[in-house]
C-alpha cells in the first residue's frame, strides 16, 4: 500500500495523459472498396490529390482549373449542377468603431449540386465547403479535404435511398479573402430561400480529429440528432461557446447571422500547414478527412430523411467522452447535476468535520489552494508567453515548427505548479517565499512588450492567494473539499451566465465528488481488500478525469494555447480535485520539490526548444518577399513584410547588387516600415487608373493588367465624399478627409473596376493602386532558390505593380 500511495499520483497522472492523447488520434481511412453508402478516405483523396496540386486562390489562374474539375466531378456524381455567379462584399470598421473605410470585394463563382429529395418543397440540407486557397498553398486540408469530403458525401448519399428532402451540395469562392462567395450566397441568392440546415466543413491545420466546434442558434434538438448520428463525434459546447466571442469566422459564420440552424467542423492539428505551401495532398492525414465525413454523412443523411428538421431548443450542454460518444442534455440537466454535485460535497464536508478529519479552516485553505494553482501556473505560463512574443506570422509559425514540444512544455509547467502548491500545502510551507517569487514573475511580465497589467495581476492575485493557503499545515481532505467547494463555485456561476460553458467544469466535479463521497463512506475500514478496492476506484475516477481533461486541454491548446499558454491553468485547477488525495501522499515525501523543479526545468527546456530559431525539411520556418514596381516614380524595390530578415530574405532582396535591406515605410500601401531594398526596374504590364469628374460625381477606374490577381485602391480625399457606389451598386466605403479609404477587388472584371462618389464641394484626391500578379517579372533577376527549412507564405513570390493618379475641382 505504500508504493501505491508514493507512486499512484505518478501512475494516474501517466496514465490518463496517456489515454488522452490516445483518444484524440484520428479513425484509419477506409479502403476504397468500401460499401458504396460508407464514407471512404481513400475514395475522397483523389479529388484532394487532383485539386491541392498547386495554390489556387480567389482570382488565379489555378482556380479556374479548380472550378472545370470540380463542375465535371458535381455533374459525374449525378446532382444537378449549376454556377451562381456574384459578388461578395467585407466591410471593416476603422478605428475606434468609425464607419467602414476598407472594403473587400470579389467577383465570386459559386458551384451547385443538388441531389433531388423526395418531397422537394422541404427546407433543404445545405452542405457547405469553400475551393479556393490561401496564397502560396495548395490546400489539401483548407478546404480541399471538406470540398473533397463533400463530393464522397454527395456520391454515398446518391448510392442510397433517395432522401426525403433536397441536399443542396454549395462549393463556395474567396472564402480566404473574407467569406466573400458565403457573402454572395447568403446575401443575395435566391436558392437560400430552400436552405433549412446548413453543415459547414473546414480546416486549419492538415492532422487530428475532426471536431464540431460551432453550431447555430436554439441546437437542443439538433445536438441529440448529431450525437445519435455521427459515428465517434468529437465536440463541446464550451468550445461553441468560446469561439462564438472569438473574432475568427468562416462561411459558417454568414448561416448563423441569418439565424440558420447547423454545425461547422473542422480539424486543426499540425498548423504548420494551415496557409502554407506544405499543405500539399501528402502531408494531410487521411484519418482526418475520415473523421470529419464519419461525423457529416450519418448527421447529414438522417437530416435529409427527416420528416421534420430538429425544432429550435434551447441551447445543449454536451461534449464527447473520449472521442467515443457524444453526451447531450439541456439546462436543466446541469442544474440536476449541480444538485447532486452540491449533495456529495455536502455529505463528505458534513462527515468530515463531524469526524474531525478536517477542520473548517482547513477546508477554507483548500479552497485557497485550488485558486493558487490556478493563478501560479497562469502567472508562469503568461510569462513564456510574454517572452515568446508572438506579434507576427513569422513567429508564430516558427513556433509550429515546434508545436509538440511546446505543447508538452506548457504542460510540465503546470503540472508543476499544481504539485509545488500541493506540497507547500502539506508541508504548511512558510508564505513569504511564495508570495516574493509570485510579485517577482508578476513584475517581469512587463520586461517584455511593455507594462503588463494581466501579468501584474496575476502576480498580485497569486501573493494574495499564497497567503491565504499556506503557512499551517493543510490535510488531504481539506485541500480536496475546499478545492470542490471553489470549483462547484464557478459551476454555479457559468451555469447562470453560459450553460453550454459548464461541461468543462461540471464533468471533472463530479467524478471528484463521488470520489470524495465514497471515501467519506467506505474509507477507514480495516479490511485491506476493501481499502484496496476504494483505492484503485479513485484512481481509476482520477485516470478517467485526467484523461477527458488531457483530451480537452490538447485540443484548447491547439486552439489558442499559442497566443496565451495560461489556458492550461484552468485544466490544471480542474484536475486537481480528482487527484488531491494522491498528489497529497506523495507531496509528504522528500521526493516531491525535486519532482516539481525536475518538470519546471524539462518544461523550460522543452520551450526553448520550440523557440529556437529555424526549420527543417520537414517542417519549414516561413519567408516572405515580393517585387514592387512603382510606375508612377519608374523605381522598384523588393520587400518583406517579415519583422525580421532570414538568410533567404537577406539575398534575394538586394537585386543585382542593389542596396542593403533597411526598415521604411512605402505608404499607402505599406504605411509602417518593412524590410525593404531598391530594385533594378523590370518591364511590367501596366494597369491604366484614372480619375474623373463628371457633374458631381467623382469617378476612379482602374482596368486591370492581363492577369491580374486582386487589385487594391486607396483614396485620401480633401474633403467628405458620399454616396459610393461601386460598378454602379451602391457599396458602404466611408471617407474622411486626409485619411486613406481602401478597396480591395479580387478576380477584378478585365474590363475594370469603377468606384464612384457624390463630390458637390471644391477639393482633391490622391489615388493609388496596386495589383498583384503571379510569380517575379520575367526579366527580372529571380531570387535564389529557397533553403529547404524555408516555405513562402502569404503573397510571397510575387509581383505588385503600383500607379498613382489625382485631381483637383
Not at 476603422?94 to 465570386?108: S, Y
Not at 491548446?557 to 488531491?580: N, T, Y
Not at 499607402?668 to 458631381?696: K, M
Amino acid at each position: 500500500m505504500k508504493t501505491i500511495r508514493f507512486l499512484g499520483f505518478w501512475i494516474c497522472l501517466v496514465l490518463g495523459l496517456a489515454l488522452g492523447s490516445w483518444s484524440q488520434r484520428p479513425p484509419a481511412p477506409v479502403a476504397a472498396s468500401a460499401p458504396e453508402t460508407a464514407f471512404s478516405a481513400e475514395r475522397a483523396f483523389v479529388d484532394v490529390a487532383a485539386i491541392a496540386q498547386k495554390p489556387h486562390p480567389a482570382g488565379s489562374a489555378e482556380i479556374a482549373k479548380v472550378r472545370d474539375h470540380l463542375l465535371a466531378r458535381i455533374a459525374a456524381v449525378g446532382l444537378e449542377v449549376s454556377v451562381h455567379p456574384g459578388e461578395g462584399f467585407l466591410s471593416r470598421n476603422g478605428p475606434d468603431g468609425q464607419p467602414p473605410r476598407a472594403l473587400t470585394v470579389a467577383a465570386v463563382q459559386n458551384l451547385v449540386g443538388v441531389l433531388p429529395g423526395k418531397d422537394r418543397d422541404l427546407p433543404a440540407i445545405l452542405v457547405m465547403s469553400h475551393y479556393d486557397s490561401a496564397p502560396n498553398s495548395p490546400g489539401a486540408a483548407d478546404d480541399t479535404a471538406g470540398v473533397a469530403a463533400a463530393l464522397e458525401i454527395a456520391r454515398a448519399l446518391k448510392a442510397g435511398a433517395q432522401p426525403l428532402r433536397d441536399v443542396i451540395f454549395l462549393f463556395t469562392d474567396a472564402e480566404e479573402p473574407g467569406l466573400l462567395g458565403a457573402d454572395a450566397f447568403f446575401g443575395r441568392d435566391p436558392l437560400l430561400n430552400h436552405v433549412g440546415l446548413v453543415v459547414n466543413m473546414e480546416a486549419r491545420g492538415d492532422a487530428g480529429r475532426a471536431a464540431m466546434f460551432q453550431t447555430g442558434p436554439d441546437n437542443g434538438s439538433l445536438m441529440r440528432v448529431f450525437a445519435s448520428a455521427a459515428k465517434a463525434p468529437s465536440a463541446n459546447s464550451l468550445a461553441s461557446t468560446v469561439y462564438g466571442k472569438m473574432p475568427n469566422d468562416t462561411d459558417f459564420t454568414h448561416a448563423v447571422r441569418k439565424g440558420l440552424p447547423g454545425l461547422n467542423l473542422a480539424f486543426i492539428d499540425d498548423q504548420l500547414a494551415y496557409h502554407t505551401p506544405l499543405a500539399t495532398p501528402a502531408h494531410l492525414e487521411k484519418g482526418s478527412l475520415q473523421h470529419i465525413g464519419d461525423q457529416t454523412l450519418p448527421t447529414v443523411r438522417a437530416l435529409a430523411d427527416a420528416a421534420a428538421l430538429p425544432a429550435k431548443a434551447p441551447d445543449a450542454i454536451y461534449s464527447d467522452l473520449l472521442g467515443l460518444v457524444l453526451i447531450s442534455y439541456p439546462p436543466v440537466v446541469g442544474w440536476v447535476l449541480l444538485g447532486v454535485i452540491a449533495f456529495l460535497i455536502g455529505f463528505t464536508a458534513s462527515r468530515t468535520l463531524a469526524a474531525g478529519a478536517a477542520s473548517g479552516w482547513e477546508i477554507g485553505r483548500g479552497a485557497a489552494g485550488l485558486l493558487l494553482i490556478g493563478s501560479s501556473a497562469a502567472l508562469a505560463l503568461h510569462l513564456v508567453g510574454r517572452a515568446l512574443a508572438i506579434q507576427d506570422a513569422q513567429t508564430l509559425y516558427r513556433l509550429l515548427t515546434r508545436f509538440d514540444p511546446l505543447l508538452w512544455g506548457a504542460a510540465s509547467i503546470a503540472v508543476a505548479a499544481g504539485l509545488a502548491v500541493a506540497t507547500a500545502q502539506a508541508r504548511g510551507a512558510s508564505r513569504i517565499i511564495p508570495c516574493v517569487v509570485a510579485l517577482a514573475l508578476g513584475g517581469a511580465c512587463s520586461l517584455a512588450g511593455g507594462f503588463d497589467a494581466v501579468g501584474l495581476g496575476l502576480g498580485v492575485a497569486t501573493c494574495v492567494f499564497g497567503l491565504a493557503a499556506l503557512g499551517q499545515r493543510t490535510g488531504a481532505l481539506g485541500a480536496w473539499i475546499g478545492g470542490m467547494i471553489v470549483l462547484l463555485a464557478l459551476s454555479i456561476a457559468a451555469q447562470v451566465l453560459a450553460p453550454g460553458a459548464t461541461v468543462m467544469l461540471v464533468w471533472p466535479l463530479l467524478v471528484a465528488a463521488l470520489g470524495a463521497a465514497l471515501v467519506i463512506g467506505v474509507g477507514g475500514t480495516r479490511d485491506k481488500r476493501a481499502a484496496l478496492a476504494l483505492t484503485v476506484v479513485v484512481g481509476l475516477l482520477a485516470i478517467l478525469s485526467t484523461a477527458q481533461l488531457t483530451a480537452w486541454g490538447a485540443w484548447t491548446f491547439a486552439g489558442v494555447g499559442l497566443m496565451e499558454p495560461a489556458i492550461l491553468a484552468l485544466f490544471a485547477m480542474l484536475a486537481a480535485p480528482a487527484l488531491s488525495p494522491l498528489v497529497h501522499d506523495f507531496a509528504a515525501t522528500r521526493w516531491a520539490w525535486r519532482a516539481a523543479g525536475a518538470l519546471v526545468v524539462a518544461g523550460l527546456g522543452l520551450i526553448a526548444n520550440a523557440d529556437r530559431v529555424g526549420g527543417d525539411a520537414a517542417r519549414p520556418a516561413v519567408t516572405h518577399a515580393i517585387q514592387v514596381a512603382d510606375l508612377s516614380t519608374g523605381k522598384a524595390w523588393r520587400l518583406t513584410e517579415a519583422a525580421k530578415l532570414d538568410a533567404w530574405t537577406k539575398a534575394a532582396l538586394p537585386d543585382d547588387g542593389g542596396s542593403d535591406p533597411k526598415k521604411q515605410a512605402l505608404p499607402p500601401f505599406w504605411p509602417h516600415p518593412v524590410w525593404i531594398s531598391e530594385s533594378r526596374p523590370a518591364p511590367v504590364a501596366p494597369p491604366q487608373l484614372t480619375v474623373d469628374r463628371s457633374d458631381d460625381r467623382l469617378l476612379i477606374r482602374l482596368i486591370p493588367a492581363p492577369g491580374a490577381e486582386l487589385v487594391s485602391l486607396r483614396l485620401r480625399p480633401s474633403g467628405q465624399l458620399t454616396q459610393p457606389r461601386l460598378n454602379g451598386r451602391p457599396v458602404t466605403l466611408a471617407t474622411a478627409p486626409g485619411a486613406w479609404s481602401s478597396l480591395t477587388y479580387y478576380a477584378p472584371d478585365p474590363n475594370g473596376v469603377t468606384l464612384s462618389f457624390t463630390a458637390s464641394a471644391p477639393g482633391k484626391i490622391e489615388v493609388a493602386a496596386l495589383e498583384y500578379h503571379d510569380g517575379w517579372p520575367a526579366t527580372a533577376k529571380a531570387p535564389p532558390a529557397k533553403p529547404p527549412g524555408l516555405m513562402a507564405i502569404g503573397q510571397s513570390d510575387k509581383t505588385a505593380v503600383l500607379v498613382r493618379a489625382g485631381m483637383s475641382w
